[in-house]
């Protein structure tokens, strides 16, 4: 193949006449005499395609940059710098461009993603239902390699508006390990979540429903018809165990006899609950349709309901209750133990806290009960006083 050498313009370029047919080769090549490494190759038909001709581990190289007209002079030379920016750090050029040909997109990581975390991961259905609902639709066909630190914080403020600023976390800690799960696989190199920073969060805002609303909330439940969202949510505030331990429970691990439940994967680790009285009669007139006490709705799956948000919103509004979230449900089970009584040493068993700092946030419970039982004594000496005073005006007045 014959080389020449001329400074690439548009005008250059035109000029070129077609790789003779009587040539052995199939192109006339071309060098840059900007930048040398930029070729460019007119074949028998006057088809011109920019290449860059490099040496990678003592191996000659031609990689395809694009045809002119439609990639630009000033394109190509860019293309071929960039090149040797990576070829200054020991990366081939080409095995980059491949894996980026390669590279899946958001959607199709997050299959990948799902199939690998649902064998270990005890949230991976919350980690679907944020894809399904938000995620997938946000990021859908943009390859992984295209999603910028920006994006993925207008995505977190966004949601944060949409939603809360707690939910915003979640999500984001979802990216996080998604993208972090492409980096173990060695798709990417580095994650675009990895100078987020959360939201802060007030843990300690908490909102409980009062005995009046707890009464409303049920008579609301009478009228709804979906019959198993509404047995879970029961269950909830009855046990005050967390959302995915009450929508996974399966019947084998239900014991109507000993009056307990057993959690083999709970948050902090397997545990067993004890049932009240209320929660006993719920789970005897539950029909065993399926492996799970409250079953999906799809036919022919032997899946867990997935999420009972829909249903508790509409029996809240039914029930004339705001502001409250389905966690509440066990914030108020925490504080009807309190208020009845129960020390923060049994709030944190019957939650299964593993730390007890968990259970501090209820101490301002607690110490209203201390309060009221102080209040107790205080009424039985006032009423001791006026006795033994209205006994001397008595004995005084006699």
Aim: glycine share 4%; hydrophobic share 35%.
């Amino acid at each position: 193949m014959v080389t020449r050498k001329l400074r690439f313009t548009n005008r250059s370029l035109d000029a070129l006449p077609p790789c003779p047919t009587s040539s052995a080769s199939k192109a006339t090549e071309y060098s840059d005499l900007e930048v040398p490494c930029l070729k460019a190759l007119v074949s028998k038909t006057r088809e011109i395609v920019f290449y860059h001709r490099y040496v990678y581990g003592n191996k000659k190289q031609a990689m395809r940059i694009g045809g002119y007209p439609g990639t630009t002079i000033l394109e190509a030379r860019q293309r071929v710098q960039d090149n040797k920016g990576k070829l200054d750090v020991n990366i081939d050029p080409k095995e980059e461009t491949n894996r980026i040909k390669g590279m899946p997109t958001f959607r199709e990581h997050a299959v990948a993603y799902l199939k690998f975390v649902k064998s270990y991961k005890r949230s991976a259905n919350a980690d679907e239902s944020k894809l399904r609902l938000y995620l997938n639709d946000h990021f859908a066909d943009r390859r992984l390699c295209d999603i910028s630190t920006r994006d993925v914080q207008a995505y977190h403020i966004m949601i944060a508006k949409k939603l809360s600023q707690s939910t915003a976390n979640r999500h984001l800690a979802l990216l996080s390990m998604l993208f972090n799960v492409a980096i173990q696989w060695d798709i990417l190199d580095r994650s675009p979540c990895k100078n987020v920073k959360k939201f802060k969060e007030d843990n300690q805002k908490q909102r409980f429903l009062s005995p009046d609303e707890i009464g409303r909330l049920y008579q609301a439940m009478e009228a709804e018809e979906n019959k198993v969202a509404v047995n879970a949510l029961k269950l909830l505030l009855l046990t005050g165990c967390r959302r995915e331990e009450i929508l996974q429970l399966k019947w084998e691990d239900v014991s109507l006899i000993s009056g307990t439940i057993f959690l083999p994967e709970s948050k902090t680790g397997s545990r067993h609950v004890q049932l009240n009285a209320a929660a006993v009669e719920l789970l005897e007139g539950i029909e065993r349709v399926s492996q799970f006490v409250f079953p999906g709705h799809i036919d022919g799956e032997n899946k867990p309901l997935n999420n009972p948000r829909k249903c508790f919103t509409r029996v809240l509004t039914a029930a004339g209750i705001e502001h409250i979230r389905l966690h509440d449900l066990r914030h108020t089970h925490a504080s009807l133990l309190i208020n009845n009584g129960a020390s923060l040493f049994i709030v944190q068993r019957a939650l299964g806290h593993s730390n007890p700092i968990t259970s501090q946030r209820y101490s301002h419970l607690s110490d209203k009960t201390l309060r009221d039982a102080s209040e107790t004594v205080s009424a039985v000496i006032s009423r001791a006083s006026k006795k033994a005073a209205d006994q001397a005006d008595a004995a005084q007045a006699a």
